[in-house]
Each structure stands twice: as structure tokens, then as C-alpha cells.
């Protein structure tokens, strides 16, 4: 009966994408120097997850067969941003925001996943 809620996997495929997201903000980060490099990010976990239900095959880690970016079900996109002198689009301000918001994604996915145990522990008299 409690096996596989929604609102677990749920919480579970927001924290895997912030996780994947936190890890591309540190490539952005550790290429802020090299010339040509486009700072990129994922589509948003909304996305992803209204879309989950189409016939695309989805993969639960990044060793899988097919998987060419990343863990799961992250598909990158370049940052519309402008470039420096030497084609670099990565600005750091804008980077250190994302990441502030991706700690509030992973906070509101250990949020939401606390919550509902706490829910269902009490319904079980516990």
C-alpha cells in the first residue's frame, strides 16, 4: 500500500535533479576561464517531470546504455548570457545564484520527503 508513492519519487527525482544541477554549476564554475566556453544548465525539473509520462526512455543512472549526458533524465541547455572577450559566457554572480537556488530545490525535495514520512508514520499509529 505505501510502496512507491508518488510524492516519494517525486521528492526523490527533485533532489536527483538538483544534485545533477549543483554538479554542472561546478563545471560552469571551474570553466569561468577557458575561451569559448558556453555556461549551460539543465531544462527545469517541471519540465522533466510533466514529461515523464511520454514514450521517451528514461534511465535512473548516468551508466546506462544510450545515456549521453549526465544521471537520469538531464538534458543540458546553454545559458543565454553575454560573452567576454574571449567567448566565454560563464558569469560567477550569476552562477553563485543558481546555486543558492539549487540549495533551496534540495532543500524543498528533503522538505517534502520528511513531511510525507512524517504523514505516513502517523497514519500507521507510530
Known amino acids: 500500500m505505501f510502496n512507491n508513492l508518488e510524492v516519494f519519487r517525486m521528492a526523490s527525482g527533485l533532489a536527483s535533479h538538483a544534485s545533477a544541477r549543483q554538479g554542472i554549476v561546478a ?3 571551474a570553466n569561468a ?11 527545469a525539473f517541471r519540465d522533466l517531470y510533466e514529461s515523464r509520462g511520454t514514450d521517451t526512455m528514461r534511465a535512473t543512472r548516468g551508466g546506462h546504455i544510450g545515456i549521453g549526458e549526465g544521471a537520469g533524465n538531464t538534458r543540458l541547455v546553454d545559458i543565454a548570457a553575454e560573452s567576454s572577450i574571449n567567448g566565454n559566457t560563464v558569469s560567477l554572480e550569476g552562477e553563485m545564484v543558481r546555486s543558492a537556488e ?16 512524517n504523514i505516513v508514520r ?4 507510530r
Not at 33 to 43: E, F, L, M, Q
Not at 102 to 117: F, G, M, W
Open 122 to 125: 502517523t497514519s500507521l499509529g
Open 27 to 29: 563545471q560552469n564554475i
Open 102 to 117: 539549487i540549495r533551496h530545490q534540495h532543500d524543498l525535495a528533503t522538505s517534502i520527503y520528511k513531511s510525507s514520512l
Open 33 to 43: 576561464d577557458t575561451p569559448g566556453y558556453h555556461a549551460r544548465d539543465t531544462v
